[in-house]
Structure formats: structure tokens, C-alpha cells
């Protein structure tokens, strides 16, 4: 092929390029719900760096404060203002080592049984739709089914009302998204309450630094209602009796990067809980998310 013929096509191939790049859509311009006919696939793996344990509590889910569905999920927009979703998260986990988990792990309720002497753990299947009641308030519904000790934990449900509101267009973003979230299980195996209650809400900043790169940083608070967190946390998780049920704190700092138009990958560092009790401290839970969100 001749020289004169390869530069038009080096530059129309750069034109295309150009052309593709500028169809990225800043993460802090984006909708909260997906549109009609779209769809999206997102993987999260996390490895907890916990005081102690590193490394011996990972999975196939999300501890990033700001995600309410981690793991493997799909979701597709069915009709205009509305997505459904379907995410499936999986963890391992040594409780007897790994004492930093335990402790996060009793605090944030339902399924409040797992069974200890195994570290697979398939947690709850989450089935979940998002309806759009303006361009920056939705509402969350989610069905959450058990595939663990089906005979003691046996469904939940969850509400939750996220906001999004854009500072300045392209480039930062407020976010906000209360959660409430109920529990049902067998009360002979669940401290004597068939309903566990838990409330969490997250508030945080959403930053494109360029088109494509973007940062997040989200604080959460939760907290265990029913049963009282006096029967979920017992002595030996923090190494000295009682609990006052402050709740827990998660601090989350991601950073992502558009890597084309439809993808986009992820990391985020997480201190799982910044107000512990007992003998644990506020750095001693920590873990590293990475993930994808394909759109298709």
C-alpha cells in the first residue's frame, strides 16, 4: 500500500478515535437509572487487608460504601425510569482467625446465621429494581434470598431512597441514599426475633477529574435495630464484654477510569469501619475493591 494512501487512513482512523472518545459520558453526568433497551454487567472482587488477617476474607463482592448490590450482577433497563437487577455475591472467610471480619460481619445484620466451621459463603441472591421519580431522586426495592441455612434465614427485603444532585455539570456530583432493610428468620436459631431491622444511609462526592478519570469519595453509617446488637456481637470478636450498638463506619475512597465509552474499571480502598468497639481499633478493618462496569 503507498504512503499517500496510508496517511488519510491513519487520520480518519485518529478521527474516529477522537470522535469515540468524546461519547464518554462523565460518570458524574450519568442517570440514575439506566435508559430503556440498555443494559450493564458489573464484576466486584475484594480482598480484606484486615489488622491481623490479611488476605484470609475475599470474594466476589463489594465493600465499597457507596454500592448497594456487589459482586456479579446484571441489570437492564425495562422501561423508561425503570431497571431491575440481579446480583449474586460470594465470600470466604476464616471467623475463627480473622476476628476483623467476625466483627463486621455480626454488626451488619441479616442473614444473621452463617455457618462458622466453612469459609465459602454464597451471600443473600439480591433481586432489585430502581424507579425513577426525578432526574435526582429514585427509589430502590430488593428482595433478598437466602442461599445459606435457607432453614434459619429465610428472606429480606430492602427500601431505599438514593439521591444524586450535580454540582457542576461534568464534573462533581453530590450523592445520598438511605437504606432500610428487613430481615426474616427462624427465631429458635436467630437469638429468639424472627425480624432483624437495619438501617444504613451513605453520603459522598463524585469527581471527574477528565472525561474518563473520576474519583469518589463516600461515608456510610449503619446500624442494627433488631435483635439488639448486646445478642450479635459476642465477647470474643472485640476481647472484652459489652457493646453499645454505636454502629458501624465505612469510609470509602475509589478512583475509575472510562476506559471506553461503555467500560469502565475501578479501584477503591475501604476502612470497613472507623467507630469499632472494644479491642479493636478504626484502622484495623481495611479492605481493596476492583471491578468493571461493562454497559451494553
Request: hydrophobic letters at 45%; aromatic letters at 12%; glycine letters at 10%.
Amino acid at each position: 500500500m503507498k504512503l499517500q494512501t496510508l496517511i488519510p487512513a491513519f487520520v480518519v482512523l485518529l478521527a474516529s478515535g477522537a470522535a469515540a472518545a468524546q461519547t464518554t459520558v462523565p460518570l458524574v453526568d450519568r442517570p440514575m437509572v439506566i435508559q430503556e433497551g440498555q443494559g450493564t454487567l458489573s464484576f466486584d472482587i475484594t480482598v480484606a487487608l484486615n489488622e491481623g488477617a490479611a488476605g484470609r476474607s475475599g470474594g466476589i463482592y463489594s465493600d465499597l460504601a457507596q454500592e448497594p448490590w456487589g459482586g456479579l450482577s446484571a441489570s437492564y433497563g425495562f422501561a423508561k425510569g425503570i431497571e431491575a437487577g440481579i446480583s449474586l455475591p460470594w465470600i470466604f472467610t476464616d471467623i475463627s482467625v480473622d476476628k476483623v471480619q467476625a466483627f463486621n460481619t455480626a454488626m451488619s445484620g441479616w442473614p444473621m446465621f452463617l455457618e462458622a466451621e466453612n469459609r465459602s459463603h454464597f451471600q443473600p441472591l439480591n433481586i432489585w429494581a430502581r424507579f425513577r421519580l426525578r432526574d435526582w431522586v429514585a427509589v430502590d426495592l430488593t428482595v433478598m434470598v437466602p442461599l445459606e441455612e435457607i432453614k434459619a434465614n429465610q428472606f429480606g427485603a430492602a427500601a431505599g431512597l438514593p439521591f444524586k444532585f450535580i454540582l457542576l455539570p461534568g464534573h462533581l456530583a453530590l450523592h445520598f441514599r438511605p437504606e432500610i432493610k428487613f430481615g426474616f428468620a427462624n427465631q429458635r436459631r436467630t437469638f429468639g426475633e424472627y425480624t432483624q431491622i437495619t438501617l444504613f444511609m451513605d453520603a459522598g462526592l463524585t469527581a471527574n477529574i477528565t472525561r474518563e478519570l473520576f474519583m469518589d469519595l463516600t461515608i456510610g453509617y449503619g446500624r442494627t435495630l433488631l435483635p439488639s446488637p448486646d445478642n450479635l456481637v459476642v465477647e470474643e470478636y472485640m476481647g472484652e464484654p459489652g457493646y453499645s450498638g454505636s454502629g458501624w463506619l465505612p469510609l470509602s475512597l475509589t478512583i475509575g477510569y472510562s476506559v471506553i465509552p461503555s467500560l469502565d474499571l475501578f479501584a477503591g480502598f475501604t476502612l470497613t469501619n472507623l467507630a469499632p468497639e472494644g479491642s479493636l481499633e478504626p484502622v484495623d478493618g481495611r479492605s481493596l475493591t476492583i471491578g468493571l462496569d461493562y454497559r451494553f
